[in-house]
């Protein structure tokens, strides 16, 4: 077998020389010269790109100088199987090679199935349906649309929505507007929404905040953006009590923590909201988002015209979702997932440096005493471990759910010397 770094599978190898000289050409060049043409290419949106990325397998992804690096972050929360899985693999490619793409004036059999599985795996009442979109924020924007039809009346109408202090949904202007940090909302105001933030957690708080005013209340059951941040099981059950009486629509926003990232399918279990959006882990790397709408009364809320995507719902990202939870389900993974967090957080608690350690299944966060976050990923990233700082003291890891027990000791057992260098 060659080098690592530049092995190719044999199937793609045909591809690369008829349809890529390009692709070809610029795999051979050193990181840092790929760097320089990344920066010329570009928007610089993202900042410096930390490595250039060529090839992953399982766990692993290698660079483009051939360095071997333990995948902690798994894309934020999206390779639930790893990379390169090969029934993943397979599903997209045969279904490209069957179907690749309809419009949404047509339907196919996997866009079908994977609604189905969502309903069912989500515990959705009769008359509950999917919408499907391309991303997170784009799920949102739907969950917003569809939200803004609980009008109220016009004498009392809902002209709120409520979202929690440190609250991420993503960044397209709706999503945007939900999107509790200044810096991000700011530079881009007016954004479309009415929204007040309140803390995340505080019942009493959410109480008095949903009125008659209120159209929806936004929550990710656990705020990943925000470092793994947990809100309890009590609080999300206060939520839907608190909105129901109100006439609010609650909305979580499990596109982080959703498909089995926290040891169960959804982190809000059993808790049934009014929408749940989705997307990260969903297509296992293939890009796709869906909005899951409960009961026949909120589905109505959106008819023919009222939204719509090209490429949302297309049969291989229904395939890859399918691929996803038919292997989440098949290897019991979300045994695995509960056992190797409780174990993982376990040993991060006895690491000298690290406090705080907090998170559910393989969503976890710590905090660090005195070393600098932003610092100890760069130090693991040379260390061969992408990691990831969501603030200045805060390390994040959302590695695939295939993790093993053996590749999350090779990062514990690296760690303090890690964090002394960092
Ligand atoms: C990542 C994220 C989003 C945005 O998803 P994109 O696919 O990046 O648009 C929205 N909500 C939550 C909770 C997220 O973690």
Redesign the pocket.
């Known amino acids: 077998m060659s080098d690592p770094a530049t092995h190719t599978p044999q199937t793609t190898d045909l591809a690369a020389d008829l349809a890529s000289d390009e692709v070809h050409e610029l795999s051979q060049l050193s990181s840092s010269a790929l760097s320089q043409r990344y920066q010329q290419s570009l928007l610089g949106v993202f900042g410096t790109p930390q490595r250039v990325l060529v090839r992953g397998a399982g766990c692993h992804v290698w660079d483009a100088d051939g360095k071997q690096y333990l995948d902690l972050l798994g894309g934020?929360?999206v390779n639930t199987l790893g990379h390169a899985n090969p029934l993943l693999t397979s599903v997209i490619t045969s279904q490209l090679a069957t179907l690749g793409h309809v419009s949404n004036f047509f339907t196919s059999p996997s866009q079908i199935a994977l609604a189905e599985k969502l309903l069912e795996i989500s515990g959705a009442p009769a008359g509950s349906k999917v919408f499907f979109a391309n991303?997170?924020?784009?799920a949102?924007e739907a969950a917003l649309k569809l939200t803004r039809r609980n009008t109220g009346t016009p004498e009392a109408p809902r002209t709120k929505v409520i979202a929690l202090e440190q609250a991420?949904?993503?960044?397209t202007l709706g999503?945007l507007s939900l999107t509790h940090k200044e810096k991000y909302r700011a530079p881009f105001a007016p954004l479309p929404e009415n929204v007040t933030w309140i803390p995340a957690g505080d019942i009493e708080a959410l109480r008095a905040a949903v009125d008659q005013s209120v159209a929806a209340v936004f929550i990710?059951p656990i705020q990943?953006?925000a470092g793994v941040k947990m809100l309890s099981a009590r609080y999300l059950q206060a939520a839907r009590e608190i909105t129901r009486e109100a006439g609010a629509l609650l909305v979580f926003?499990e596109?982080?923590?959703g498909m089995g990232r926290t040891g169960s399918f959804f982190a809000s279990t059993p808790v049934i909201p009014d929408v749940m959006?989705l997307?990260?882990g969903l297509g296992g790397g293939f890009p796709i988002?869906a909005m899951i709408v409960f009961g026949e009364e909120n589905c109505a809320r959106l008819t023919p015209g009222d939204h719509g995507t090209t490429f949302g719902g297309n049969p291989m990202a229904c395939a890859a979702g399918l691929a996803v939870i038919h292997t989440i389900e098949s290897q019991n993974l979300l045994e695995a997932v509960k056992t190797n967090g409780t174990w993982l957080r376990e040993q991060l608690s006895g690491i000298p440096g690290v406090s705080q350690v907090r998170g559910a299944g393989l969503l976890t966060a710590f905090e660090l005493a005195e070393a600098n976050a932003p610092k100890l990923v760069s130090v693991a990233l040379d260390a061969g471990f992408i990691i990831n700082a969501t603030d200045e003291n805060t390390i994040r890891l959302a590695p695939p759910l295939v993790i093993t027990q053996e590749q999350l000791e090779t990062f514990l057992t690296a760690l303090p010397q890690l964090i002394a260098n960092a």
């Open positions: 934020i929360a991303s997170g924020t784009e949102n991420f949904h993503g960044r999503a990710e990943g953006e926003d596109v982080q923590t959006t997307a990260k988002g």
